[in-house]
Nanobody, 121 residues
Framework: VQLQASGGGLVQAGGSLRLSCVAS????????MAWFRQAPGKDREFVAA????????YYSDSVKGRFVISRDIAKDTTYLRMNSLKPEDTAVYYCATGQFTARYPNAYDVWGQGTQVTVSS
């Protein structure tokens, strides 16, 4: 399976973006999906994760109430809707898939290439 993330860009604080992550190849439609982000000089940080039925959904405290992860199983696509963006949300955002719905990067073994999100103040 390969993951392709897109939808990043430059946005003003308070604005919104929607990231997409399309899975191709041998897809695992029932696999958990997650979003992580990494800002310059910082470790990769968990953002959100969801199982395939969206019954178990997790968010980091820093994005809870502002970001929404969702899945379109038929399109093999996972979305991250980001609202009320802040300058501290600036990072490269990565999607990932694995066997477990978890908050730590080691739970995921396939990663997309990342998409840059920049929030100006």
């Amino acid at each position: 399976v390969q993951l392709q993330a897109s939808g990043g860009g430059l946005v003003q604080a308070g604005g919104s973006l929607r990231l997409s992550c399309v899975a191709s190849g041998r897809t695992y439609r029932r696999a958990p999906m997650a979003w992580f982000r990494q800002a310059p000089g910082k470790d990769r940080e968990f953002v959100a994760a969801s199982d395939w039925q969206e019954e178990n959904v997790y968010y980091s405290d820093s994005v809870k109430g502002r970001f929404v992860i969702s899945r379109d199983i038929a399109k093999d696509t996972t979305y991250l809707r980001m609202n009320s963006l802040k300058p501290e949300d600036t990072a490269v955002y990565y999607c990932a898939t694995g066997q477990f719905t978890a908050r730590y990067p080691n739970a995921y073994d396939v990663w997309g290439q990342g998409t840059q999100v920049t929030v100006s103040s």
